[in-house]
């Protein structure tokens, strides 16, 4: 039994990649686990700041870029185009920026409105994909969330799990429900200008290291958000 599950990691693992390399169209970051097989062409997967974790079955389409120390556990689709920060969560089976399709046509199947003859006369694009998904760093989706294309997600937010998304979501902002509303803010004013400004994401490990002490030690000074909010 044993031996039988060596055998299946094996074969399950499909690339753990220990220095930056491109390859095929892809640029893979330093130190990824790559357990997926399911990637596009022109995909960015990590950094010089470091590789990404992809767990099975996650399906990054073509033109993705996410950044280094960023997860996407399984079931989660990445459609075409997104771009996802460094240091991001992604729960179980999110779906960012899927594919929309033309509510207002007389159909809604592109096997009706792609027919010759009707896409002249109906007005949406050869591609579905035209407002990719933009997310910020260190930030939190939880599993079955939808990000809908367009949407923009600040720095440090967290995306309560289900959510549908609709909207940009600010910066250290706890957003939930369908259509996600905010729920809280993660940190008062102060705390989250420090953190943005400090854009700790971009920097070595050291570096991230000595900024949190420093915080730690400074935290009686800055305003946390029980007392705020
Ligand atoms: C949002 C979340 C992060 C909780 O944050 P929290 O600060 O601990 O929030 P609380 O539990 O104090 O809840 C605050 C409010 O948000 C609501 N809330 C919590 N989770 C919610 C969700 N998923 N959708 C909608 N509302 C939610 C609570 O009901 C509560 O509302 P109330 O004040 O009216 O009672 C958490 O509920 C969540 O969704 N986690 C995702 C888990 C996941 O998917 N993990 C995947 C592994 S990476």
Not at 103 to 128: H, M, Q, T
Request: charged share 20%.
């Amino acid at each position: 039994m044993l031996l039988f599950r060596v055998i299946l990691s094996f074969f399950k693992q499909q690339l753990q990649i220990r220095k930056t390399r491109n390859y095929l169209n892809r640029t893979y970051g330093a130190n990824s686990t790559i357990y997926t097989t399911k990637i596009g062409k022109n995909v960015v997967l990590g950094n010089s700041w470091g590789g990404v974790y992809l767990a099975d079955d996650v399906d990054v389409r073509d033109n993705v870029s996410i950044g280094a120390h960023s997860y996407a556990n399984r079931g989660t689709i990445i459609f075409k185009g997104s771009t996802i920060g460094n240091y991001c969560s992604i729960g179980y089976n999110v779906s960012i920026g899927p594919p929309e399709h033309p509510v207002n046509f007389y159909s809604i199947c592109p096997d009706a409105y792609r027919l010759e003859g009707v896409k002249s006369i109906c007005p949406w694009p050869e591609d579905d994909i035209i407002n990719p998904v933009v997310i910020g760093n260190d930030v939190w989706i939880g599993s079955n969330a939808i990000i809908l294309q367009g949407c923009k997600i600040g720095d440090g937010a967290v995306v309560a799990g289900g959510a549908v998304v609709t909207h940009d979501v600010a910066p250290y902002t706890i957003v939930g429900g369908v259509p996600a509303k905010r729920i809280k803010d993660r940190f008062a004013p102060d705390l989250k200008s420090i953190l943005l400004d400090s854009q700790w994401w971009n920097h070595e490990k050291e570096w991230i290291v000595d900024f949190f002490q420093k915080l730690h030690k400074e935290s009686s000074n800055i305003t946390k958000i029980d007392k705020y909010d």
